[in-house]
DNA sequence: ATATTTTTGTAACAAATGTTATCGTGCAGG
DNA sequence: CCTGCACGATAACATTTGTTACAAAAATAT
C-alpha cells in the first residue's frame, strides 16, 4: 500500500536531482493532513524532517497502520497506481518539512529509468520488501499478543516508541490506549 | 509472502509450455505437507485441483493464512527469493493434484523472460497485487470485528467457506473455533 | 456396515480487552 | 505567568473472546 522509493536508490542519485525542481518542499505544523481518505492519491510524498502517520477511519476511531519518519518516502500504491480514493489519512504527527512530487513525474521518471540496467530488478526488490514488511505485520498480527507485539516494537523499533505519543501506539498495535497503559505497568511490574 | 503467477500470464503460454517438462506432476491425498516450516523453498507450486492451505505455527497452535485452489499457484516470496526458511506450512485440505517446478527453473525463466516486452510491468502488476491483497487483510484485521470479517468472506469469498473446514476458518480469521460457532449461531438468530 | 476419526455445536467458566470516567502532569499559546 | 488542552495513568465495570469439556453429526477408513 505504502512504499518507500527515493532512500533505496542512491546510485540514481543524478537522476532524482533532474526532477527535483518538480517538488514542491513545504513547512507544515503538526496535524497537518497530507492525503485524505477517500481522494486520490496525487503525490509522491518524501520527508525531509519530521514524523507522519498513516490512518484508517472507522467511522470516527482512528486506527493507525503506520509511521514514516526522516528520509522515508511514501505513496498509497493502491490509490497511485489505480487512481482510486486512497483508505488510509496521512497526517504529519510533528511539525514536518515534506516534499511533494506530482505522479505524473513519478511516471515518467519511471518510464526514462524503465531502460535503466538494474533499475526494474530494484523496483522488485523493493516491491518484495514491502510486501514481506505487510505479511509480517500481518503474521504478527495473527500469531501475537498485544503484549508481545508490544515487546517487538520496542526492541526493533524503539524509535517509534520514543517519538509518537503513546495512543497512537495504542492504535497501531490494534488495542486501545487503556490496554496499552496496563501492558506497559505490567511490564514495570515484572522487571 | 504467496504470489500466484501462473494463470496471470496467458499470453505467454507457449513460454510455459516450454517449462511443463521439468514440472513434477503429482497426486497427493488430504493433509500433505507441501513445504515445511523452517524449510527452503524450492519449489513454484501450482495447483491443478484440490485446495491447499499455509498456516504458521505458533507453538502447537495453527494459524492459516491463506487459501489456495483451483489453478492458483504460490511460493513463499520470501523463501523463495532469499533462500532463508519458510515461515509458513503448506498442506493440502483435501486430496490434490499439483505441479512442482523446481525453482532454478524459475530462475531460468526469469531471465528469459526479462526482456519479452510487458513482462516486467506484469511482473510488478502483480506484485503490486499481491501487497495490495496483505494491505487490505491487514488493515481488515485492525479495523473489523470477527464477526465483520466473517461477513465479508461469506460474501467476496464463500467458496472458501463453503469448501473449507470451519475450524481452519476460525483460525484464518483469527478468533478460536468456538468463537465462530458463536457468531454464525448469532447471525442465524438475528435472521 | 461398522468402527474410527474428524468436524461441529453448546455450556460453563476464565482471561483478555474495551469503555467510561476521573485525576494529574506537562506543555503550548496567549 | 496563566490557562487550556493533549497526554497518560488508573479504577470500575461491561463485553468480547478464549479454554475446556462433552456430545452429536458427518466424513473416512476398514
Redesign the interface.
Known amino acids: ?1 505504502l ?1 518507500h522509493f527515493k532512500d533505496k536508490l542512491p546510485q540514481l542519485n543524478h537522476y532524482w536531482d533532474k526532477y527535483l525542481e518538480f517538488q514542491k518542499r513545504i513547512d507544515v505544523p503538526a496535524k497537518t493532513v497530507l492525503l485524505k481518505e477517500g481522494t486520490v492519491s496525487g503525490n509522491y510524498i518524501f520527508l525531509e524532517k519530521g514524523c507522519i502517520r498513516a490512518y ?1 477511519n ?1 467511522n470516527g476511531v482512528e ?1 493507525t ?1 503506520q509511521f514514516f519518519f526522516e528520509n522515508e518516502g511514501l505513496a498509497s ?2 490509490s497511485f ?1 489505480e487512481n482510486t480514493p486512497s ?1 488510509l489519512t496521512v497526517e504529519t504527527i510533528e511539525s514536518s518539512i515534506v516534499y511533494l512530487l506530482p505522479k505524473k513525474f513519478v511516471n515518467k521518471l519511471m518510464a526514462d529509468l ?1 531502460s535503466e540496467p538494474g533499475f ?1 530488478n530494484m ?2 526488490k523493493m ?2 520488501e ?3 514488511h ?2 509480517n ?3 504478527s ?3 501475537d499478543t498485544p503484549e508481545q507485539r508490544y515487546l517487538n516494537l520496542l526492541h526493533k523499533k524503539p524509535h517509534i516508541i520514543q517519538r509518537v505519543p503513546q495512543h497512537y501506539i495504542a492504535s497501531y498495535l ?1 488495542i486501545s490506549r487503556v490496554h496499552l497503559s496496563r501492558i506497559k505497568s505490567a511490564l514495570t511490574r515484572k522487571k
Chains 1, 2 share one sequence.
Open positions: 500500500m512504499f484508517i472507522n486506527k497502520v500504491l493502491e497506481l483508505l524503465g526494474v523496483i522488485i516491491m518484495a514491502r510486501q514481506i505487510y505479511m505485520e500481518f503474521v498480527f495473527i500469531r490494534g
